[in-house]
C-alpha cells in the first residue's frame, strides 16, 4: 500500500508542475507578447523549452524544498502529509487561475505543505521558512521594481535620441533573449519545487536518504511536466500581466524580463531560495512602468494582485488541512 502511495504522490507532484506550467506561463512571455515581440504559439513554445532546460541548471531550490520546509514522518502517514499539502496548492492555482490573478505557485506550495504538517502535528521548519521563503518573498518584489526602475532609466536616457521606430524594432528583438532568459529563469526555479517535493515522498517512504542527490528520472519527470503545461498556456494571467498592470513597449518588455531573470538565478544558485517568479515579474513590470509616470501603473490591479500574494500561503494551507483531514479519516476506516 506504502508504494501505491508513493506512486500517487509523485503522479499529483507531476500534475502540480503541469499546473504550475501552465498558470505560470504568463511570468515569461506575457512581456514578449503584449510588445508584439514575439506571437502567442512562438512565445509558448520558446518558453516550454527554455523552462525544461531550466530544471537542469542546479537542485539548490528543490534540496532547500524537499528538506527545509517541513519534515514528514517516515511511512504512510508522512506520504499523506505530502499528498495533502500538493492538493492544497493545485486547488489554489486552480483558483487563482480561474480569476486570472498571477498568484505564486511557489508560495501555495509551501503554504500546502505547511498546512498539512500543522494539520498533522508534524514539524515546520520555521526558521528555514523565514530565511527561504518570508524574507526572500517581501525582498525579491522591492529589488525587482528597483533595479526595473533603475535599468529603464538608463535605457530612456542612453536612447534618448535614437528615433522610437528603430528603437522599438532593436528592443524587440533584445525581447527574445530576455524572454528565453526568462523562461530558463522559471525552470530553475519552479521545475526544482516538484523535484523537491517528489525527492521528499521518496525520503518519507524510504526510497532515498537526506543527503541522496536528486535522482535524474525526478529531474526529466519534473522538467517535461512544466514545458508541457507551459506550453498549454495561461491566457487569462498572461492578459492581466501583460496589459492589465500597464501598456508595455518594447524597451520596456525588455528591462522587466532582464531584470526579472536575473533576480531569479540570483536567488536560486546564490541562496536556494524558492522565490516566486510572478512576484518577480510583475513588480519589474510595476518598475518600469513607473518610469513613464507612477500614474501610468494601474495600481488597483496590481492592488488585487498582492492581496492574492497575501492570502496565497494561509488559503492554500486552509485546503491542505481539511485534505489531510479527509485522507486521515478514510486511511484510519481502512
Given amino acids: 500500500m506504502e508504494l501505491a502511495i508513493i506512486i500517487a504522490v509523485i503522479g499529483v507532484a507531476l500534475v502540480f508542475d503541469y499546473t504550475n506550467g501552465f498558470h505560470d506561463a504568463a511570468n515569461a512571455i506575457a512581456t514578449s507578447v503584449s510588445t508584439r515581440a514575439l506571437t502567442p504559439r512562438i512565445a509558448l513554445l520558446l518558453a516550454a523549452v527554455m523552462n525544461f532546460l531550466g530544471a537542469f541548471l542546479g537542485t539548490e531550490v528543490a534540496q ?88 529603464m532609466t538608463a535605457i530612456v536616457w542612453t536612447f534618448r535620441k535614437r528615433h522610437p521606430g528603430p528603437t522599438n ?62 506550453y498549454a498556456g495561461g491566457w487569462r494571467i498572461m492578459r492581466t500581466l501583460g496589459r492589465r498592470i500597464i501598456h508595455l513597449d518594447p524597451p520596456r518588455g525588455f528591462a522587466a524580463e532582464t531584470t526579472a531573470a536575473s533576480v531569479l538565478y540570483v536567488m536560486a544558485m546564490g541562496f536556494g531560495a524558492p522565490i516566486s517568479t510572478t512576484h518577480t515579474i510583475t513588480s519589474a513590470v510595476m518598475g518600469v512602468g513607473a518610469t513613464k509616470r507612477f500614474s501610468a501603473v494601474r495600481w488597483g490591479v496590481a492592488e488585487s494582485i498582492v492581496t492574492a500574494w497575501i492570502v496565497t500561503i494561509p488559503a492554500a494551507g486552509a485546503v491542505a488541512a481539511a485534505c489531510y483531514a479527509v485522507s486521515h479519516f478514510f486511511i484510519e476506516v481502512i
Fill in 64 to 151: 532547500t524544498v524537499g528538506s527545509g520546509i517541513i519534515e514528514a514522518d517516515a511511512g504512510t502517514h508522512g506520504l499523506v502529509v505530502v499528498m495533502s499539502g500538493l492538493l492544497g496548492a493545485i486547488t489554489w492555482n486552480l483558483i487563482t487561475w480561474y480569476f486570472g490573478l498571477p498568484s505564486s505557485s511557489s508560495h501555495a506550495l509551501i503554504g500546502g505543505l505547511v498546512g498539512a504538517a500543522l494539520a498533522s502535528a508534524g514539524i515546520v521548519h520555521w526558521d528555514g521558512i523565514l530565511k527561504k521563503v518570508v524574507i526572500p518573498m517581501v525582498v525579491s518584489p522591492l529589488v525587482g521594481f528597483t533595479l526595473a526602475f533603475l535599468l
Fill in 169 to 230: 524594432r532593436g528592443f524587440r528583438l533584445a525581447q527574445t533573449v530576455s524572454a528565453a532568459a526568462m523562461a530558463l529563469g522559471h525552470g530553475l526555479q519552479d521545475a526544482q519545487k516538484t523535484m523537491g517535493v517528489i525527492f521528499l515522498a521518496l525520503v518519507t517512504g524510504g526510497y532515498a536518504a537526506e543527503g541522496d542527490n536528486i535522482p535524474v528520472w525526478v529531474i526529466i519527470s519534473a522538467a517535461t511536466a512544466i514545458s508541457l503545461g507551459t
